[in-house]
């Protein structure tokens, strides 16, 4: 059954797993990122491979506890990205043992730039945020129906955000524009083929969970003006 009004829900084994799995794929992701790989034509960070999860996972935990608890696991997701480059940092500036000689390889892997670390906060946390809300927004006007459809259009977008912001401010005048371009356009082009493909896995699990659990929140919470100008319009003709 849908509800209609934000609700408070119970912890439950499903959000803890779903919550956890996002986490570490979102810092997995970016420990990837550091190396480049060909899929293909397509040249790409390896990382592109996990990136595509976190908004699948998105999707899914939006469409079933709704945007208010999606924001706060996003949320959660930036946080424990931030942590976990701070004991990195902290790793990085801890004197090497007198017989290990690798610190300098160690650093050259995981010592990122700090215009990639502020690339991959801005991408990450715009476009999971814009994903969450447009597809909150679209079950919100179609009453839950048509979830693939709804998982299609708002991962496009927020992948759009994602891939733009993180590029141009991790990459702008550091690689040239000209190889720039075609670099964004592939991982673009390959991050909407995954996407799609988990998209309809997506719906797969959402079918499950909601049918197992009983749960399926429609949550007005990011479009309260609605409500409001529903309740003026009621008022009036009234």
Same mark, same amino acid.
């Given at each position: 059954?849908?509800?209609?009004?934000?609700?408070?829900? +119970?912890? /439950?084994?499903?959000?803890?797993?779903? %919550?956890?799995?996002?986490?570490?794929?979102?810092?997995?992701? /970016?420990?990837?990122?550091?190396?480049?790989?060909?899929?293909?034509? &397509?040249?790409? *960070?390896? =990382?592109?491979?996990?990136?595509?999860?976190?908004?699948?996972? =998105?999707?899914?935990?939006?469409?079933?506890?709704?945007?208010?608890?999606?924001?706060?696991? !996003?949320?959660?997701?930036?946080? /424990?990205?931030?942590?976990?480059?701070?004991?990195?940092?902290?790793?990085?500036?801890?004197?090497?043992?007198?017989?290990?000689?690798?610190?300098? +390889?160690?650093?050259?892997?995981?010592?990122? %730039?700090?215009? !990639?670390?502020? $690339?991959?906060?801005?991408?990450?946390?715009?476009?999971?945020?814009?994903?969450?809300?447009?597809?909150?927004?679209?079950?919100?006007?179609?009453?839950?129906?048509?979830?693939?459809?709804?998982?299609?259009? %708002?991962?496009? !977008? $927020?992948?759009?955000?994602?891939?733009?912001?993180?590029? !141009?401010?991790?990459?702008?005048?550091?690689?040239?524009?000209?190889?720039?371009?075609?670099?964004?356009?592939?991982?673009?082009?390959?991050?909407?083929?995954?996407?799609?493909? $988990?998209?309809?896995?997506? $719906?797969?699990?959402?079918?499950?969970?909601?049918?197992?659990?009983?749960?399926?929140?429609?949550? *007005?919470? *990011? &479009?309260?003006?609605?409500?409001?100008?529903?309740?003026?319009?009621?008022?009036?003709?009234?």
């Amino acid at each position: 059954m849908i509800k209609n009004k934000r609700t408070h829900l +119970e912890i /439950n084994d499903t959000l803890i797993i779903l %919550s956890s799995i996002f986490s570490m794929i979102v810092i997995a992701g /970016n420990i990837f990122a550091l190396k480049f790989t060909t899929i293909g034509p &397509f040249s790409t *960070p390896a =990382g592109m491979i996990c990136f595509p999860f976190t908004y699948t996972l =998105g999707d899914i935990i939006t469409e079933i506890y709704g945007y208010s608890i999606a924001r706060k696991v !996003i949320l959660m997701g930036l946080f /424990n990205l931030v942590l976990f480059y701070i004991f990195l940092k902290l790793v990085i500036a801890l004197p090497p043992a007198s017989f290990w000689h690798l610190q300098k +390889e160690f650093e050259a892997v995981f010592g990122l %730039s700090s215009r !990639i670390l502020l $690339g991959t906060i801005v991408g990450y946390l715009s476009g999971e945020l814009v994903n969450s809300r447009i597809l909150s927004f679209l079950k919100y006007i179609t009453q839950g129906n048509i979830f693939v459809p709804r998982a299609v259009a %708002s991962t496009i !977008i $927020g992948v759009t955000t994602d891939t733009l912001f993180f590029n !141009i401010a991790a990459f702008l005048f550091i690689i040239p524009f000209s190889i720039l371009l075609p670099f964004i356009l592939q991982q673009y082009l390959l991050k909407i083929c995954f996407e799609i493909v $988990g998209a309809f896995a997506a $719906g797969f699990i959402v079918k499950k969970i909601k049918k197992t659990q009983k749960i399926d929140i429609i949550d *007005p919470y *990011p &479009f309260k003006w609605i409500e409001k100008y529903k309740k003026n319009q009621d008022g009036e003709t009234h």
